[in-house]
């Protein structure tokens, strides 16, 4: 137990936690709708402090992070918790945690993160389950990463108030927030939670660090071309460099409708092409090879395939001297 950060204490022993926008006022001896945050003796503690339940040495590209290093490989680190429910996790047994753990402490991870450096490490992701969820663990590893020269990201559902997500990025490199759906009623149906504080998460994140978008395509759920359109529309005005990822729904956890149809899944991405500069398909045999294209003159910038190689000059396309938003 380690204790926790962001949360006033009440009577009778009741604790306010304010990490998210559930607000979760936690009773003693019980935890929050994350399972981690619990009260012990009217003090809030983070159960899930240094206990990792997932680490490997991914491609960057798998996060998925296409304009971040493209071709580095990352040290991937996650624990248990979620402060949503969807019905459809992909992860639910690590959220859970019925997978065993280990325990590292922030320095062991940064440690590890520069041995691995001589493989093509280029910093520590933080991912698998929710790392917002894991707040208190992230927030100390992720200064001690960035003190040994290497980066840090986070793979996330962006539901976190600002207060919070505002300290956190202040030691981030680079995200990307699962956007579930364009619609407020998907978020309080299918998730338990609420589309506005992911909204401003992403405004907020693209003002300090490098972001990308994930959205899991669910045919009939949130595959309406009104609702994509409205989606990129929210990006494109952020920023039209943002990739946006538009992944392939699998039967999971509770759901078990048929996967998305993947002519659906390029006919949407074409859709969102319309008004964003960098649009990719996730779960789909072609995936992993997509290019990376000049938004003005089409121009390959990145190249994957076995390999990842890049033409880009001083930020900028080779051809045209179009401004590309890809980070080496």
């Not at 995200?175 to 992911?198: E, H, M, Q, T």
Request: aromatic share 8%.
């Amino acid at each position: 137990m380690h204790e926790a950060r962001y949360w006033d204490p009440g009577q009778d022993g009741v604790v306010h936690c304010r990490l998210c926008p559930h607000g979760c006022r936690i009773r003693p001896g019980e935890a929050g709708i994350c399972r981690v945050r619990c009260n012990r003796g009217g003090t809030l503690y983070a159960a899930n402090y240094g206990q990792v339940s997932g680490l490997a040495l991914d491609p960057i590209e798998k996060k998925p992070l296409y304009h971040f290093y493209p071709g580095s490989l990352i040290l991937s680190a996650g624990s248990w918790g979620c402060n949503l429910s969807c019905g459809f996790c992909q992860n639910w047994a690590s959220v859970t945690r019925q997978y065993p753990t280990r325990t590292l402490t922030p320095a062991q991870l940064a440690d590890l993160a520069l041995s691995l450096v001589d493989r093509g490490n280029c910093g520590v992701a933080f991912t698998y389950t929710e790392p917002l969820m894991w707040y208190e663990f992230v927030r100390d590893a992720a200064p001690l990463v960035r003190e040994r020269g290497l980066k840090t990201v986070l793979v996330t559902n962006g539901f976190i108030r600002e207060r919070p997500w505002l300290e956190l990025l202040e030691h981030i490199d680079a995200v990307n927030i699962d956007l579930k759906a364009f619609r407020p009623d998907f978020y309080r149906r299918w998730c338990g939670g609420s589309l506005a504080p992911v909204r401003r998460a992403i405004a907020a994140a693209a003002e300090r660090c490098h972001v990308e978008i994930t959205t899991l395509l669910i045919e009939g759920r949130n595959t309406g071309e009104e609702e994509i359109r409205e989606l990129a529309a929210f990006i494109a005005a952020i920023d039209p460099g943002i990739p946006l990822h538009l992944s392939r729904y699998h039967p999971a956890h509770k759901w078990t409708q048929p996967p998305t149809d993947p002519g659906l899944i390029r006919a949407l991405a074409d859709l969102a092409r319309e008004q964003l500069d960098h649009v990719y398909t996730g779960n789909l045999p072609e995936s992993w090879q997509l290019p990376t294209r000049c938004p003005r003159c089409k121009h390959v910038l990145v190249r994957r395939g076995i390999a990842v190689t890049a033409d880009v000059e001083d930020g900028r396309c080779p051809q045209c001297r179009q401004p590309v938003n890809i980070r080496f």
